[in-house]
Every structure is written in C-alpha cells, then in structure tokens.
C-alpha cells in the first residue's frame, strides 16, 4: 500500500536547523511531485517547498525562502526539507505530499512536529 512516512521533526532552538525525511513506497515515486507542507495550530496547511520529478526545479514560500532546501532521491524513494535558521513562527506539523497531476493522484504522510523555542 501507498505510504509516506516523515521523521526528524523536534524541539530545537531559534536559529537551529533540522533535517525532515520523508521515505515513501508503494508508488512510482519517480513520476510524482514531491511537496512538504505545515499546518500550526489555528493555521490552514500551507506549501512550504516542491520539487518536480526530476529534481530539476523547485519551489518555495516566501517565508521559508534561504533558509529551506527541499531535495529528493528517486533511487531511495526519498524527500528531504533541510530547515535551517529555525524560528519560533516555523512551529508547526510538517507533512510531506505526493502528487501526479496528470493522473489525479495525491498522497499524504501522518506529519511530524516541528517546535522551535527557546
């Protein structure tokens, strides 16, 4: 079955960094888009970085822009979302996203926790 499992999330401090996986199986990761998005509470789900297939373009928000760096593996059936300069405002529920546009397909991983305080 389709899975999309996020892990690295935690407490760190402002200015730390941290480093989100997300290992998926289960489908073609290769043809898919990956994206990472948050949700804090109170907060709608927000799109924090994409990356297309190949690898070969990216995308980010505005409020993560220099400080974010999403990257994949297909070989590994992996994403990555390398946060540094952490903030309080980045505190949040991140999740990592599959999705093929073409064919209508958009799958989900359970999230992890992102704390930044001091």
């Known amino acids: 079955q389709v899975q999309l499992v996020e892990s690295g999330g935690g407490l760190v401090r402002p200015g730390e960094s941290l480093r989100l996986s997300c290992t998926a199986s289960?489908?073609?990761?290769?043809?898919?888009?990956m994206n990472w998005y948050r949700q804090a509470p109170g907060k709608e789900r927000e799109l924090v970085a994409q990356?297309?297939?190949?690898?070969?373009?990216?995308n980010y928000a505005d409020s993560v822009k220099g400080r974010f760096t999403i990257s994949r593996d297909n070989t590994k059936k992996m994403v990555y979302l390398q946060m540094n300069n952490l903030k309080p405002e980045d505190t949040a529920v991140y999740y990592c996203?599959?999705?093929?546009?073409?064919?209508?397909?958009?799958?989900w991983g359970q999230g992890t926790q992102v704390t930044v305080s001091s």
């Open positions: 996203n599959a999705r093929w546009a073409t064919i209508n397909r958009n799958y």
């Open positions: 289960g489908f073609a990761f290769s043809n898919y888009a």
């Open positions: 990356i297309i297939s190949t690898g070969g373009f990216t």
